[in-house]
Every structure is written in C-alpha cells, then in structure tokens.
Nanobody, 117 residues
Framework: QVQLVESGGGLVQPGGSLRLSCAAS????????LGWYRQAPGMQRELVAA?????TIYADSVKGRFTISGDNAKTVYLQMNSLRPEDTAVYYC?????????????WGQGTQVTVSS
C-alpha cells in the first residue's frame, strides 16, 4: 500500500517562507512524477510544481518564488519564498507511480498553508 506523508504547512506573513516535505512509502516499482498541487476555497485543484521524467515544471504564478527538489525518487520538497496571500490553500502531494497493481495517481492528506498578516 502506498502512502504519501506531508509536513511543513502553517501560518506565515506575506513575504515569508515555508518548506513543505512529502515522503512516499510502500512497494513502489517506479516513480513517474512527484509533486505538489494546491486547492484554495471555492477553486479547482491546480498544479504548483512537479518533478517528472522530463524535468521539473512550475505553475506560472509560482515561478521564481517556489523551488521543488528531491532527495531521491520517493521524497520531494517545496521551498516557498516570497509568499503572498493568494498562495493560501491546502497543498497536496501527488505521485504518479507504478506498483504491482499497475500505474496510478496517489494523493497525500493535504497540508494547510495560510499567508496572512
């Protein structure tokens, strides 16, 4: 069984920084992509950043402020700098990976990020 465990959310003032972490565990044959999505109240869930087999991708709204990185194929971090109130959302770790059951998308439980003075 695959699990994605997130940490690092919280309350920060505008202009501040936070670092999110996500660790995948379980019998993973192959990781195709590992990254972060976010969902603000009343909004659709959107891609923030991801590490894929083709490289890293970022939403235009976070380019130059957020950096995604990984220790290995099962751990990913999101360094968020120069945070803005509009970055407030629940952030979800997402993995596209393969197990004995085949290729599938998995989600973490979500971590709240609130940017407010």
């Amino acid at each position: 069984q695959v699990q994605l465990v997130e940490s690092g959310g919280g309350l920060v003032q505008p202009g501040g920084s936070l670092r999110l972490s996500c660790a995948a565990s379980g019998s993973i044959f192959r990781m195709y992509a590992l990254g972060w999505y976010r969902q603000a109240p009343g909004m659709q869930r959107e891609l923030v950043a991801a590490i894929t087999s083709g490289g890293t991708i970022y939403a235009d709204s976070v380019k130059g402020r957020f950096t995604i990185s990984g220790d290995n194929a099962k751990t990913v971090y999101l360094q968020m700098n120069s945070l803005r109130p509009e970055d407030t959302a629940v952030y979800y770790c997402n993995a596209e990976l393969e197990t004995i059951l085949g290729k599938k998308n998995y989600w973490g439980q979500g971590t709240q990020v609130t940017v407010s003075s």
